[in-house]
Nanobody, 124 residues
Framework: QVQLVESGGGLVQAGGSLRLSCAASGRTFSSYAMGWFRQAPGKEREFVAAINWSGGITSYADSVKGRFTISRDNAENTVYLQMNSLKLEDTAVYYC?????????????????WGQGTQVTVSS
């Protein structure tokens, strides 16, 4: 069992930056692929970014490519999402997810554990 706790969300002006963190419990964190997803009101949960077990391979949604960076620290059982040049359309609840595999996927149903989410609001 893995428990995930996100932090770092908040209110930021367009063009600003935020760094989300996801702290994981459990000894097997380093063997899990991790992902970030988001869900805006009235919309389905969508893929944002993912990272493989070692941190050596990452993937991003086209909408955030070049602006967001996913990383992980296996010694600290933590995955991060650095978000720069934030846009109004980035407003959503952001979720951290863990997959019982070394390799990531971009579909929410492929992930086994989820955090409670953290709100990111971008204002004009």
């Amino acid at each position: 069992q893995v428990q995930l706790v996100e932090s770092g969300g908040g209110l930021v002006q367009a063009g600003g930056s935020l760094r989300l963190s996801c702290a994981a419990s459990g000894r097997t964190f380093s063997s899990y692929a991790m992902g970030w997803f988001r869900q805006a009101p009235g919309k389905e949960r969508e893929f944002v970014a993912a990272i493989n077990w070692s941190g050596g391979i990452t993937s991003y949604a086209d909408s955030v490519k070049g602006r967001f960076t996913i990383s992980r620290d296996n010694a600290e059982n933590t995955v991060y999402l650095q978000m720069n040049s934030l846009k109004l359309e980035d407003t959503a609840v952001y979720y951290c997810a863990a997959r019982r595999s070394s390799y990531y996927r971009s579909t929410p149903s492929e992930y086994d554990y989820w955090g409670q989410g953290t709100q990111v609001t971008v204002s004009s």
